[in-house]
């Protein structure tokens, strides 16, 4: 019996990858269909160890994906509703050209429909898991909620979007869930903890939207993504909202002042829900979800007691955060954006109101006196209330960040904003550019260069003085050595004195005796003499630790050489951003500075 040995590529990489012109004629599938298909199941493009292997020693560079992939798509039966649907439109195409419009009637109501639901069980097996995972979906979903109707987007996507991201953040309102906010150019940044899982996602801004001028972004790929999306948002929403102990789909409490005729109820309900202004119904009143006290087990034998104590300051902290707007009452003017600071102040215990012309579900008005604070974000304003404070909107969002009401001075209307610094860049201090306001929130004594000229030749006369005092301090200290060495000199020639005289030599020698000089040179070195300071060469040691930093390098074995190697440019370009970055700000202080002492001379030459 003859044993036929394995050819070439049928072992190793040449057989576990599989190229996508094969998966299509494995699968039987159009290229769209097959896109699609892996969208769904969550299968992605491999890259392989050696690219020329995995290609069974074809040239150039192909789309490769694992043949285990590719035999674990065969057996979906999404696969059968993707022919059905191939089927579906040539019937219909058929139909149309022979203008045999019952029959595309007939078609249409009995068109096949894709169900994901399987796919979500099958990609996220437990509730945590699908919390995992939930950023891109959530940052999608708030996307796709704004656009309007697109060829590649049907109406009704936006609009269901828009709904299940309401409900989400009805479910995080209620749970006190969010912990941090920013705005930047791209959107408003939240990051809330659920179930233990930290999500952050980005919320654009709200303009009118542009169409593009050019087909840069495959909308029917990201209409593929957000079509899986919003089943596994729907799922997660069911799963927060009875955890929560709500209803879902959510339901308002009645109101006695909805008039009784409405030309559309649901529109007006759902207008009520999107305002994220009033209290959703719970299943059970009697059961109450929310927790103030956190409660820390103590493990006597296990638990470190300075770790403990740490839980229970942050357990602390977080509770104080939850209730950061508990007794305030906030009204929106109109220029500022609505719906985010309405999440925000309503997340930390707040109450909030807007003017009623401008949305549904305002629940106070301007006019009442109860009312602490005001966000307005125009430089003046006619009529103001002496009993609140008319504050800007960034003061919100930094108090949060902060995690304590900052003081308003600084945040008052038409006053210059301190610059608003993003919470998201604490796990990386050492390699990353920190701006000196930063800088200057973490340590008390460094001090910002925004001192006028008056203040800056006040600085500039207490550091002469301190400079005056510190050489004075050391002429004192070296004033006090040369005391200290003298009197170590006259205690020295005491002691020799003293041992002269002990030995009690009668008579003048002119040689002695060598027993006593070597016991006179024994004494000598015996002696508590005043240290002397060895002034290290600061060109040897960087030498030095230069040599030992080298041989550590070669010491690095062959197969990590080129991770180092990597490692370290990657550690040269971070540090050049950060110089690149230092430079810019230089160069701004120094343009801000002249611009003031510009402004000064004028303010001087008309006075």
């Known amino acids: 019996m003859v044993v036929r040995g394995k050819k070439k590529y049928e072992t190793g990489e040449g057989a576990q990858f599989i190229s996508r012109r094969a998966a299509l004629r494995k699968l039987q599938l159009t290229l769209n269909d097959f896109r699609k298909l892996c969208i769904l199941k969550g299968i992605y493009p491999r890259e392989p160890r050696n690219r020329k292997r995995a290609q069974k020693g074809e040239p150039g560079i192909k789309i490769l994906y694992h ?6 798509l065969m057996h979906e039966p999404i696969i059968w509703k ?56 959530l940052t ?32 995080v309102i209620a749970a006190k869930a969010l912990r941090k906010v920013f705005v930047s150019i791209k959107g408003y940044y939240y990051q809330a903890e659920i179930k233990g899982q930290t999500i952050t996602w980005i919320v654009p801004h709200h303009f009118g939207f ?41 339901k308002l409490p009645s109101t006695e002042n909805i008039d009784k005729i409405l030309v559309d109820e649901e529109a007006y309900v759902s207008e009520r829900i999107s305002a994220l202004n009033i ?12 927790e103030d006290e956190v409660e820390i087990d103590h493990f006597s034998n296990e638990t470190d007691p300075t770790k403990a104590e740490a839980a229970r300051v942050e357990a602390e902290k977080l509770r104080k955060l939850k209730n950061l707007f508990k007794g305030i009452k906030v009204f929106v003017n109109r220029e500022v954006p609505r719906e985010p600071l309405v999440f925000i102040i309503r997340c930390f215990g707040g109450e909030v109101s807007w003017d009623k012309m401008l949305f549904v579900g305002a629940t106070f008005d301007e006019n009442d ?13 006619d009529k103001q209330y002496i009993s609140r404070y008319y504050v ?11 995690r304590e009401l900052l003081p308003i001075e600084t945040y008052l209307m038409g006053a210059i904003l301190p610059p608003h610094l993003s919470p998201f860049t604490e796990n990386r201090k050492d390699q990353t550019y920190i701006p000196p306001e930063e800088r200057a ?68 020698k002119e040689k002695k005796d060598d027993k006593a000089q070597t016991r006179l040179e024994q004494k000598k070195k015996m002696k508590v003499q005043t240290g002397q300071e060895t002034k290290e060469d600061p060109l040897e040691k960087a030498k030095l630790e230069k040599q030992e930093y080298r041989l550590r390098e070669k010491m690095i074995k062959k197969k990590h050489r080129k991770l180092y190697k990597s490692m370290m440019m990657g550690r040269q370009e971070r540090a050049k951003q950060i110089w690149l970055l230092r430079k810019k700000r230089r160069i701004h202080d120094a343009n801000e500075k002249e611009k003031r002492k510009e402004q000064r001379k004028a303010r001087k030459n008309v006075k």
């Open 441 to 508: 929130l973490m340590d008390s004594d460094y001090k910002l260069n925004y001192n006028s000229e008056e203040e800056e030749e006040e600085n500039d006369d207490d550091n002469k003085e301190e400079n005056a005092k510190d050489t004075k301090n050391e002429e004192e200290m070296e004033f006090e050595d040369d005391l200290s060495s003298a009197s170590d000199v006259e205690f020295e020639e005491e002691e020799v004195e003293d041992d002269d005289s002990d030995e009690k030599v009668p008579e003048k």
């Open 140 to 171: 999608l979903c708030f996307l796709f909620s704004t656009f309007p109707s697109l060829p590649h987007i049907p109406r009704d996507q936006s609009l269901l979007c828009r709904r299940l991201t309401i409900e989400f953040l009805h479910a």
């Open 369 to 381: 006196e109860t009312i602490t604070h005001q966000i307005v974000d125009r430089p003046s304003m």
């Open 392 to 402: 800007q909107p960034q003061w919100i969002f930094d108090s949060v960040n902060a």
């Open 67 to 72: 043949k285990k992939d590719i035999q674990f």
């Open 279 to 290: 209290s959703l119904i719970s299943l059970d009143p009697s059961v109450s979800t929310m």
């Open 82 to 137: 993707l022919r059905d649907y191939r089927i579906f439109n040539r019937k219909i195409g058929r139909a149309k050209a022979m203008k045999d419009f019952a029959k595309v009637k007939r078609y249409l109501s009995n068109h096949p429909t894709l169900t994901l639901d399987h796919i979500v069980k099958e990609r996220y097996p437990t509730f945590i898991d699908a919390l995992r995972d939930l950023d891109d979906c």
């Open 210 to 250: 542009e169409p593009q001028a050019k087909n840069e972004v495959d909308f029917k790929i990201m209409s593929t993504f957000v079509e899986f999306y919003i089943v596994m948002l729907g799922f997660v929403n069911f799963r927060l909202y009875h955890t929560l102990n709500l209803h879902y789909p959510p």
